[in-house]
């Protein structure tokens, strides 16, 4: 017979370690990406992003530390996946002007990904009577939901942008 029947607890466990791997290699991914691209504003997102990441960590520590866990990450393969998709944009795109669409847009599926994951916990901790981490979670869901309409409205000017040039012309 395999091992005891697993839980919804032992599943928010391994989706809690799954977002503690991500966060940690978006705090590594998220200053190359600054670094690459043209934008002043696009890079001020990208680094308002890197303080709000470590913070993120931080929750995700209070909340191991409420389950009584270490915190302690499992490799995540969708992040691993997106953060290549960074890295190729930004070597096959190194000098074109598209070079900050691709990385906004890479940013995003990013955030993404890390509010499909943060849902789900927070609407597990509710149905796990653990309010407290449930407030945590909601906090950073809340913070990734705000990253990501602030792309939105980044990439949504720059498309007015280049409409206004080419109109121009
Ligand atoms: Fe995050
Ligand atoms: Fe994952
Ligand atoms: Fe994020």
Redesign the pocket.
């Known amino acids: 017979m395999p091992g005891q029947r697993k839980t919804l607890q032992d599943l928010f466990k391994e989706n809690l370690k799954d977002i503690y791997y991500a ?1 940690r290699k ?1 705090l590594v991914a998220l200053p190359k990406m600054a670094k690459a691209v043209n934008s002043d504003e696009l890079r001020a997102a990208f680094e308002k ?1 890197v303080a ?2 470590e913070g ?1 960590i931080e929750r995700l520590q209070q909340v191991f530390s409420l389950l009584d866990e270490p915190a302690k990450g499992k490799t995540c393969p969708a992040i691993l996946g997106l953060v290549e998709e960074g890295e190729e944009v930004m070597e096959d795109f190194e000098d074109s002007p598209a070079l900050d669409a691709g990385l906004l847009g890479g940013a995003q599926a ?2 993404h990904y ?1 509010i499909a994951r943060y849902g789900t916990l927070v609407a597990w901790a509710h149905e796990l009577g653990m309010s407290e981490a449930a407030e945590l979670l909601q906090q950073t869901l809340d ?2 939901k705000a ?1 990501d309409q602030a792309l939105t409205r980044l990439a949504e000017a720059a498309i007015n942008d280049s409409g206004t040039r080419q109109a121009a012309e």
Request: proline residues 0%; glycine residues 0%; hydrophobic residues 15%.
């Open positions: 966060e978006i992003h709000e990441t993120q990013v955030e890390e913070e990734e990253t």
